[in-house]
């Protein structure tokens, strides 16, 4: 074999061991291809990287201004803004939606949260309907009696003790309550009668001893009524019924 040959056998053969030197490489993650990709980071890797969790925005941005019961200011967390700052913070707001224990409370009838009408009565005769309708948000009770006055009268006409009823009148927003008043005798009878053109009717507290808030207005027929000593009134009943019966 001449030297040129020999010479070309050795080429092909550093080449050939070159080419599986280089294939080897490739396949056991040593070689340069391999290298960048455990070490570089592509472009959205990095951007995912960057951005907070969607969950972590949607808790900052509804919980921010939310208050605690007590009036201090919610925090939203750490800036990591993981799942355990959401959490804490709906936890608080929980509580400022509770609504206060005292809210439905009901209250005393009086002059501004009720309507009152007075209309006279053909049976019994001589008798006049007190109607009082609840016009508020809330119940209220009605305490005793009417303490009425009519035209410029100093005294409050006594109650008909017999009428009182077994429990407090409560009316329900809407709802009404009654108490009669009986005008003068029947017989002519009683003294010091006089026509008043006016009445003012007062509502009673819990003790029965004062008049609580507003009092009430009602009008009277134009020609006035018609009262003597005779004069007294009933306990506010729960029903019209009762009240017509004294």
Same mark, same amino acid.
Not at 30 to 47: K, L
Not at 194 to 206: C, E, I, P
């Given at each position: 074999?001449?030297?040129? !040959? ?45 951005? =907070?969790?969607?969950? *972590? ?6 919980? /921010?201004?939310?208050?605690?019961s007590t009036g201090s200011t919610v925090g939203t967390g750490s800036s990591g803004a993981g799942s355990a700052g ?5 936890? #608080?707001?929980?509580?400022?939606? #509770?609504?206060?224990?005292? !809210?439905?409370?009901?209250? /005393? ?8 009408? *007075? %209309? =006279? ?31 410029? %009268?100093? *005294?409050? =006409? ?8 077994? %429990? ?27 026509? *008043? ?34 004069? #007294? ?11 017509? /019966?004294?």
């Open positions: 074999m001449s030297s040129i !040959s020999r010479t070309r056998l050795a080429a092909v053969a550093a080449t050939t061991v070159l080419a599986a030197l280089s294939l080897t490489a490739c396949d056991d993650g040593t070689g340069t291809q391999d290298e960048g990709r455990a070490t570089g980071t592509s472009p959205s890797a990095t951007a995912a990287s960057h951005s =907070p969790a969607p969950s *972590a925005v949607t808790d900052r941005s509804s919980s /921010t201004d939310s208050t605690d959401g959490t804490t913070t709906s936890a #608080k707001r929980t509580s400022v939606a #509770k609504a206060p224990s005292s !809210s439905g409370k009901p209250v /005393t009838c009086e002059g501004s949260t009720v309507r009152t009408v *007075a %209309a =006279p009565l053909t049976r019994p005769v001589n008798h006049m309907l007190l109607t009082v309708t609840n016009t508020g948000s809330r119940s209220c009770y009605l305490y005793g009696y009417p303490a009425v006055r009519f035209g410029e %009268a100093q *005294a409050v =006409p006594p109650v008909i003790e017999a009428s009182q009823p077994q %429990a407090v009148v409560t009316l329900a927003p809407g709802e009404s309550g009654y108490a009669s008043v009986n005008l003068s005798a029947t017989d002519g009878s009683s003294a010091n009668g006089y026509t *008043a053109k006016t009445l003012t009717v007062y509502f009673q507290g819990r003790s029965g001893n004062e008049s609580v808030g507003r009092s009430a207005h009602p009008s009277l027929p134009a020609q006035g009524t018609y009262v003597d000593d005779a004069l #007294k009134v009933t306990y506010w009943q729960q029903s019209m019924d009762d009240a017509v /019966t004294w």
